[in-house]
């Protein structure tokens, strides 16, 4: 077996190749070989029986393989109800023990609320859906990775994101220097399954929608081309003649309404806050309600000069520091790094899928953001591996507990995340 393997040319340069790689490419590189060889071991274990040659490696393998299939923390309380008045009830038909709750009477499984639960994809599939998810890449390129559809790559993906928004949600708060900015994203309605919605609403088209004929066909699928024949031709030959460009629905809702801002706050110790917060440019009272607990009186908070940081530093009695326009910074105050927490943010979110994520989940995906900049000096090897065991159930009780099975009819349901206050 070693002797056919050092006679390969490709093994040889492979083994070469190795030393060239950083700490960092090795870890991921060990990772995935020993995920490959959980796969390969569990495909010849189902259709080979047990003709596994009884090495050293495969039975280290094995051990791997069964403490890590086993959620690690021990459940302490009612995943249901919080009351520690548990009890062991049997085992489900995968092995997995089960419990009762002696108050609530409900049960629950270990792997209750995790990515494993209800799941059909193995444990080095999801590995590699998390690996890929740390490494940036693209829902296509996992899909391939590890042989399953685009849809079902995304629909876990949300669920890590959704994971970490109920673990964490906006929890920090600032008491030193803040800065704190908007930045304003393109509402995006992809996955939008009412077609009339884009129509009646948005007064256009969605933006895939590309020749003359597919615009035809959508306005007819829906009974749209009729009807707006008879009573709104010029809207009919806008929908089907314009570019897409000019089709933004310019003349029902004004540039700033077709916007959603992304209210950001960040200190000098990473603390970070970042929440869609309205449609367009929040007014005074939204600003208030949104930062009013987050920021202590101690603080010194840090913004450009627009009108609707004042009513909240007013009320809550804390000093503000406006940069005016076109300067950089006032004493030793700047909104450096605000700013650079936003290009950051604009990095994430484009590379993130092919396109923009649908406003829809943005606040999935602002949570998958903060924990990545709570952690951004941690290595991706060791990202994958902690992003990893909090999916599998290897965290503190408190957090374990806000951990709730997550369903694709609950992402799809999710509400806007902003109040669209009737212009949508
Ligand atoms: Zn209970």
């Given at each position: 077996?070693?002797?056919?393997?050092?006679?390969?040319?490709?093994?040889?340069?492979?083994?070469?190749?190795?030393?060239?790689?950083?700490?960092?490419?090795?870890?991921?590189?060990?990772?995935?070989?020993?995920?490959?060889?959980?796969?390969?071991?569990?495909?010849?274990?189902?259709?080979?029986?047990?003709?596994?040659?009884?090495?050293?490696?495969?039975?280290?393998?094995?051990?791997?393989?069964?403490?890590?299939?086993?959620?690690?923390?021990?459940?302490?309380?009612?995943?249901?109800?919080?009351?520690?008045?548990?009890?062991?009830?049997?085992?489900?038909?995968?092995?997995?023990?089960?419990?009762?709750?002696?108050?609530?009477?409900?049960?629950?499984?270990?792997?209750?609320?995790?990515?494993?639960?209800?799941?059909?994809?193995?444990?080095?599939?999801?590995?590699?859906?998390?690996?890929?998810?740390?490494?940036?890449?693209?829902?296509?390129?996992?899909?391939?990775?590890?042989?399953?559809?685009?849809?079902?790559?995304?629909?876990?993906?949300?669920?890590?994101?959704?994971?970490?928004?109920?673990?964490?949600?906006?929890?920090?708060?600032?008491?030193?220097?803040?800065?704190?900015?908007?930045?304003?994203?393109?509402?995006?309605?992809?996955?939008?399954?009412?077609?009339?919605?884009?129509?009646?609403?948005?007064?256009?088209?969605?933006?895939?929608?590309r020749s003359r004929k597919e615009r035809i066909e959508y306005l007819d699928s829906c009974n749209k081309y009729r009807e707006l024949f008879e009573n709104n031709p010029s809207l009919l030959k806008e929908m089907i003649y314009h570019s897409q460009k000019r089709m933004d629905g310019t003349r029902t809702i004004d540039r700033n309404h077709q916007h959603v801002c992304i209210l950001t706050a960040v200190d000098r110790t990473n603390n970070i806050?970042?929440?869609?917060?309205?449609?367009?440019?929040?007014?005074?009272?939204e600003v208030y309600n949104r930062l009013q607990g987050k920021i202590t009186k101690e603080a010194v908070l840090v913004t450009d000069d627009h009108h609707s940081y004042k009513y909240f530093t007013r009320k809550e009695m804390i000093e503000h520091v406006?940069?005016?326009?076109?300067?950089?910074?006032?004493?030793?105050?700047?909104?450096?790094?605000?700013?650079?927490?936003?290009?950051?943010?604009?990095?994430?979110?484009?590379?993130?899928?092919?396109?923009?994520?649908?406003?829809?989940?943005?606040?999935?995906?602002?949570?998958?953001?903060?924990?990545?900049?709570?952690?951004?000096?941690?290595?991706?090897?060791?990202?994958?591996?902690?992003?990893?065991?909090?999916?599998?159930?290897?965290?503190?009780?408190?957090?374990?507990?806000?951990?709730?099975?997550?369903?694709?009819?609950?992402?799809?349901?999710?509400?806007?995340?902003?109040?669209?206050?009737?212009?949508?």
């Open positions: 077996m070693l002797r056919f393997l050092a006679d390969s040319q490709n093994y040889c340069d492979w083994l070469k190749g190795i030393d060239r790689l950083t700490k960092d490419q090795k870890e991921v590189l060990y990772q995935r070989l020993k995920s490959e060889l959980e796969g390969t071991r569990e495909k010849t274990s189902n259709t080979v029986g047990l003709k596994i040659e009884d090495t050293v490696a495969t039975k280290e393998i094995s051990k791997v393989r069964i403490m890590a299939d086993k959620p690690s923390s021990t459940i302490e309380c009612c995943l249901h109800c919080g009351s520690v008045r548990i009890k062991k009830h049997g085992k489900t038909k995968g092995g997995i023990t089960r419990y009762i709750c002696k108050d609530c009477g409900k049960t629950f499984t270990e792997n209750y609320g995790l990515i494993t639960h209800y799941s059909h994809l193995s444990r080095h599939q999801l590995l590699e859906i998390v690996r890929g998810t740390i490494s940036r890449l693209s829902i296509t390129e996992i899909a391939n990775n590890i042989n399953v559809s685009t849809s079902t790559v995304w629909s876990y993906r949300m669920k890590i994101y959704q994971t970490i928004q109920n673990i964490y949600g906006q929890c920090d708060t600032f008491n030193n220097i803040v800065e704190a900015d908007g930045k304003y994203e393109r509402l995006s309605f992809k996955g939008c399954k009412d077609k009339t919605f884009f129509i009646d609403k948005l007064k256009r088209m969605p933006r895939h929608h806050y970042l929440e869609a917060v309205s449609l367009g440019t929040p007014d005074s009272i406006k940069i005016p326009g076109g300067t950089y910074v006032v004493g030793a105050y700047s909104l450096s790094r605000v700013n650079s927490l936003h290009s950051s943010l604009d990095k994430f979110i484009s590379k993130d899928l092919e396109s923009k994520p649908a406003t829809k989940y943005l606040d999935l995906y602002l949570m998958m953001f903060w924990w990545l900049q709570k952690n951004k000096d941690v290595s991706n090897a060791d990202l994958v591996s902690r992003l990893f065991s909090i999916m599998t159930g290897s965290i503190d009780n408190d957090s374990r507990s806000k951990m709730l099975p997550i369903t694709i009819e609950s992402l799809n349901s999710r509400e806007f995340p902003i109040d669209t206050k009737n212009y949508f």
